[in-house]
T-cell receptor
Framework: GAGVSQSPSNKVTEKGKDVELRCDPI?????LYWYRQSLGQGLEFLIY????????KSGLPSDRFSAERTGGSVSTLTIQRTQQEDSAVYLC??????????????FGPGTRLTVL | QKEVEQDPGPLSVPEGAIVSLNCTYS??????FMWYRQYSRKGPELLMY????GNKEDGRFTAQVDKSSKYISLFIRDSQPSDSATYLC????????????FGPGTRLSVLP
């Protein structure tokens, strides 16, 4: 079956430009996560969507970062006025949160963002 | 001190060796402990998870949790070149993904 997909796989942009990164979760998964992975760093949680609930934005590093999830499925992470320190791999994951069971997250391949 | 520490490697071993990968952590309240494998240019995939203390075995992989020492390990027996990847540990207070804390990963190379 189809896994989590992300696009684009690579994005090179100039400092100050806005970028949009897309995530298509596994069909039926109600939970969706965005993470950032920088060289030598662990995955950094950014934002979490669960069903129709208000998203948990506690991990967003600045107000330049925002995300939305339309129709409980596809999600877009937007970074405005990109900075060089935003260069990283942005990973999306989804899960279906079965009750009483382990919450396994399934990750997409990531979008590698380079800000020049 | 970082919440989760992991030797970044790289670690190179010959095929067939036993590999030991380790993480230490500072938050004694962590209850869920996970190991992920990440191939180059791919997303992490869950290898094993353990709730609370003890050992868990799955084929050539064994996960071990020592909560008294705040130390977790992943052992790989009879390592194969296909095991070459970055291994990430993760842990959490609860089963909610947004609370998972990941280590930086250890890059492993298994040489044929």
């Amino acid at each position: 079956g189809a896994g989590v997909s992300q696009s684009p796989s690579n994005k090179v942009t100039e400092k100050g430009k806005d970028v949009e990164l897309r995530c298509d979760p596994i069909s039926g998964h109600t939970a969706l996560y965005w993470y950032r992975q920088s060289l030598g760093q662990g995955l950094e949680f950014l934002i979490y969507f669960q069903g129709n609930s208000a998203p948990d934005k506690s991990g967003l590093p600045s107000d330049r970062f925002s995300a939305e999830r339309t129709g409980g499925s596809v999600s877009t992470l937007t970074i405005q006025r990109t900075q060089q320190e935003d260069s990283a791999v942005y990973l999306c994951a989804s899960s279906h949160l079965p009750s009483g069971s382990y919450n396994e997250q399934f990750f997409g391949p990531g979008t590698r963002l380079t800000v020049l | 001190q970082k919440e989760v520490e992991q030797d970044p490697g790289p670690l190179s071993v010959p095929e067939g060796a036993i590999v030991s990968l380790n993480c230490t952590y500072s938050n004694s309240a962590f209850q869920y402990f996970m190991w992920y494998r990440q191939y180059s240019r791919k997303g992490p995939e869950l290898l094993m998870y353990t709730y609370s203390s003890g050992n868990k075995e799955d084929g050539r992989f064994t996960a071990q949790v020592d909560k008294s020492s705040k130390y977790i390990s992943l052992f790989i027996r009879d390592s194969q070149p296909s095991d070459s990847a970055t291994y990430l540990c993760a842990m959490s207070l609860d089963n909610y993904g947004q609370n998972f804390v990941f280590g930086p990963g250890t890059r492993l190379s298994v040489l044929p």
